[in-house]
């Protein structure tokens, strides 16, 4: 009995696993049979398979053909094994020959007239091929803007089955990958649009030197939204390792732009409040897609708004905020995305939200149970809070020049490249990845310097979790003012950043 395999790629999360197909031809009853634990669109592969095989001008076996996909206790879904199952059924029924099939991957899904539709996951595929020691790769046309980003590994791409069967049979060649886009990554908003609030735009420093969380409290229209949307563009550009892997959640995402395929500037994304708790930290039916929270990674998650998200939508990010991933876990399996953010929190003071607290209506009890939907935890994990005022005079700031981007983002960077030398032993390279103990242990400091967090924390006024977040903050105050350690003024602004009510 002919026996012919090729090979694809089956991903969990991010990571990819690779996957032998194997074509069994045999005798009896017409008929095909797929296992390996396949879901119901690859199991309609069959299907779509033999129509795309005929429709290509190649004959499809008679008798039983069995298809296999191994590991046979690996969830497989979606359709980008149509392409690796209709050359294995070719080379077993000896239509093409198999010696190109060794050692290639092959990616994508088969329309019923032979044409080679692109399928999501590219990116991660190849990056698992190449990680498993493939030199090659077949993939959808459509997706070779995006396979490019591949070093170390020779793709070509097909748009029709066709295609691939004359490159098998040496009658034609691959269509090459193109090289990498060298766009200019797309411009993010600058800071010297926002009009006065000193001290939202130093919270915003602050965060952007040290990773930190932020919250913003203020009536409508006072820059809330501005001063989040222009947190990207005080953040370093992504490293090469980065990049690739911000690109890969957006891959299988399906958001990729085909002019500028690698991600290289931090992700903003903001999601409505109406959003659900699968959309926001990944979920679905089968293997869990990934969620806005994996979208934001290395990026900015911006929640506009946020006493209208119900209260176990933010109570899913508890967690996450803590260790930078979220493992979802389903009956085919579980998967890990990778979600390390920047969390900016926007709100309104009250419901009815006048330009003026004197107009306000709302009773206290109002005030107090509408800014409690963001629960004691979760605010627990904000570094900084700020409140912001309403402006009294435009034509007063428009007199001063306001510090942009640039001129801000030079601070971030040198105060970040501290943080980087100093945490280098450890791997981290930010001040909110240092853990606690380490603070308390390694990088102790002085009781003078921490009498006012001891105090606070004596009264019950600070967790140790917010403790510590205190501690990062004062060492990210250190490094904008390049002093070699926190002292005990660094100490008191951030105590004073934590203690910041919304009230």
Request: with cysteine; proline share 9%.
């Amino acid at each position: 009995m002919p026996i012919a395999k090729a090979w694809s790629v089956a991903l969990l999360g991010i990571e990819g696993r690779v996957i032998e197909i194997e074509a069994d031809l045999g005798g009896g009853l017409s008929r095909v049979t797929l296992v390996g634990l396949p879901d119901a669109g690859l199991r309609e592969a069959k299907d779509r398979v033999r129509s795309a095989v005929r429709n290509s001008g190649q004959p499809w076996p008679d008798g039983k053909v069995t298809l296999g996909l191994s590991p046979a206790n690996l969830p497989k879904v979606g359709s980008g094994y149509d392409l690796g199952i209709a050359a294995a059924v070719l080379a077993a029924n000896g239509a093409v020959p198999a010696t190109k099939l060794l050692r290639t991957i092959l990616l994508g899904e088969l329309a019923l007239d032979g044409r080679i539709r692109p399928v999501r996951g590219v990116l991660p595929g190849l990056l698992a091929a190449r990680a498993a020691g493939y030199q090659r790769a077949v993939v959808p046309s459509e997706s070779l803007f995006e396979a490019a980003l591949v070093d170390g590994l020779e793709v070509g791409g097909v748009s029709r089955l066709a295609d691939l069967v004359a490159w098998l049979k040496d009658e034609g060649e691959l269509e090459p990958s193109p090289e990498p886009s060298r766009t200019e990554p797309p411009e993010v908003p600058d800071l010297a649009d926002v009009v006065g609030q000193p001290e939202a735009r130093w919270a915003l420093e602050v965060a952007a030197a040290g990773g930190h969380h932020l919250l913003l409290t203020g009536p409508p229209g006072v820059g809330k939204t501005m001063l989040a949307k222009r947190l990207p563009g005080l953040l370093p550009a992504l490293s090469q390792e980065e990049s690739l892997q911000v690109t890969a959640i957006h891959s299988l995402d399906g958001s990729l732009s085909k002019a500028a395929p690698l991600v290289t500037v931090p992700p903003f994304v903001a999601p409505h409040h109406s959003i659900t708790v699968a959309a926001l930290v990944g979920g679905g039916s089968g293997i869990a897609t990934p969620g806005a929270i994996s979208r934001a990674h290395r990026g900015v998650l911006f929640l506009d708004e946020v006493c209208e998200f119900s209260g176990h939508r933010l109570d899913s990010l508890r967690t996450v905020l803590e260790e930078g991933e979220v493992r979802i876990s389903r009956v085919k399996g579980s998967v890990r995305y990778p979600a390390r953010f920047q969390l900016i929190l926007a709100t309104n003071p009250c419901p009815c939200a006048p330009p003026r607290e004197t107009d306000c209506i709302c009773s206290p009890i109002v005030r107090r149970r509408y800014l409690g939907r963001i629960s004691g935890p979760l605010l627990d994990r904000v570094d900084l809070r700020v409140r912001l005022r309403p402006l009294t005079a435009i034509s007063a700031h428009e007199s001063a020049t306001p510090e942009s981007s640039a001129d801000v983002r030079a601070r971030v960077l040198a105060a970040r490249d501290r943080a980087a030398h100093r945490w280098r032993t450890h791997g981290w390279r930010a001040n909110s990845d240092v853990p606690g103990p380490v603070l308390r242990r390694e990088f102790l400091l002085p009781p003078p310097t921490t009498a006012l967090l001891d105090r606070a924390l004596d009264r019950g006024l600070l967790t140790a979790r917010g403790a510590d977040r205190c501690l990062r903050i004062a060492w990210t105050l250190a490094d904008l003012s390049a002093t070699p350690h926190p002292t005990p003024d660094h100490v008191a602004a951030a105590l004073d950043f934590r203690e910041r009510t919304a009230a």
